[in-house]
């Protein structure tokens, strides 16, 4: 299963690479609050006493030996802007839009001591305040680990039974069944895609493409679903892909008899809420990890329901930061699921993706898109931040 690298984004608004020391003293009561912060190793610098809703701009100077994390909080705890690392000596801009409140900027440095601003206040109104995070303790992914965990027990003996199935269509020489059967095998798979980072070398064993092997298809050590695939489709014997679908099931069933030892990063479920359907749209969408089955479109929807099945286990920390965010994903994949099945035959056989029209891909992409740019919050919303 070819997978695409997200670079998680810790911080609520980007940040800049460095700016200069705002010079000069802040007023009581400035249009747009800011200026200088020094980060010292006793304390975190003053900000102004007050300010009007809008923008604030402050810069934050380092000025210890050690490292430190800065974040601008409420008196709720919630973040509204961060510098997830700043370097001794380094100056990077904490910077967002405020509603009324009262505020503070909190410095925590590298060597473990805390530092907070006292607290400064902003009155009025503005368009474009940031809804604050709420600080995410390690801890209260354990839950929805453990129930991921959970489904992933339950969804497992699936593949393998699958996997048997495509071995015996295999054994007594049923190409046709097997055909039917792959695809039931390699959509059980797909559906797991928050978990593959767990699954070690038995991922390559499994779903692994033929990309990146020295003899591509031909590669005597290319093994697991696409392999099967390509045989399948390029008519290969049943007497050659033999070998492929009885070291199918011994992976699957190796995957299963290792799975309790595995561990399922805390991290990981948030940034794959977002990263299964990014792989989507990289590697399903432009069928660029199709093997002959001409079936992307039938994982890409295999992908909607992992998907659906991550934002579930991560539902109450979800809703607790961003009510309403999980209704609009769910009514989202809704709409592209819709997209996808329309794109099958009317025999409900599914189309390959290089031959739907092209008012069906503008649909998908347009979908996909407005999908994506919503679940890509998730990381950022669910990011530990157990020190704000």
């Known amino acids: 299963m070819r997978r695409a690298s997200w670079q998680v984004r810790l911080a609520v608004l980007p940040i800049a690479t460095a700016v200069a020391v705002v010079a000069g003293v802040a007023q009581s009561h400035p249009t747009a609050a800011g200026g200088p912060i ?8 003053t900000p102004p006493a007050a300010a009007d809703a809008g923008r604030v701009d402050f810069a934050v100077t380092d000025d210890t030996n050690v490292f430190a994390t800065v974040y601008l909080v409420d008196t709720a705890n919630r973040v509204y802007a961060e510098i997830p690392w ?14 009324a409140g009262r505020y503070a900027i909190r410095c925590v440095l590298s060597n473990g001591k805390v530092h907070t601003t006292s607290q400064f206040s902003v009155s009025g109104t503005t368009s474009g305040a940031v809804a604050g995070y709420k600080p995410l303790p390690d801890l209260d992914l354990t839950a929805p680990v453990k129930a991921y965990r959970a489904w992933l027990g339950t969804a497992l003996p699936k593949l393998l039974a699958a996997s048997q199935t495509l071995d015996a269509d295999i054994a007594r020489g049923d190409l046709q069944a097997a055909k039917t059967d792959w695809l039931t095998a390699h959509l059980d798979y797909e559906r797991l895609g928050a978990a593959y980072n767990s699954f070690g070398d038995f991922d390559a064993a499994i779903d692994g493409t033929a990309a990146g092997l020295p003899d591509g298809t031909a590669d005597k050590s290319w093994a697991g679903l696409h392999a099967i695939e ?24 190796g995957l299963i008899d290792d799975f309790p030892s595995e561990e399922v990063d805390p991290g990981d479920l948030p940034l794959r809420a977002h990263e299964i359907l990014e792989n989507t749209l990289q590697f399903q969408i432009t069928a660029t990890a199709d093997a002959g089955s001409g079936t992307s479109l039938a994982t890409a929807y295999s992908n909607t329901e992992g998907t659906r099945e991550v934002l579930s286990v991560l539902a109450p920390l979800i809703d607790d930061r961003a009510p309403g965010l999980r209704a609009r994903l769910e009514t989202e994949i809704s709409t592209l699921q ?19 029209t092209a008012a069906q891909r503008r649909r998908i992409d347009a979908d996909l898109d407005q999908l994506l740019e919503d679940l890509s919050t998730i990381p950022d919303l669910l990011a530990p931040r157990t020190n704000a």
């Open 338 to 356: 819709s997209d996808l099945t329309a794109t099958r035959d009317a025999s409900g056989a599914w189309t390959p993706a290089p031959a739907i």
């Open 230 to 253: 390509y045989g399948l489709w390029h008519s290969s014997s049943a007497l050659a892909i033999r070998p492929l679908t009885q070291a199918l099931v011994s992976s699957v069933q």
């Open 38 to 45: 020094a980060v010292r190793a006793a304390d975190c610098g």
């Open 86 to 99: 700043l370097t001794p000596g380094r100056t990077l801009p904490l910077a967002t839009t405020l509603g």
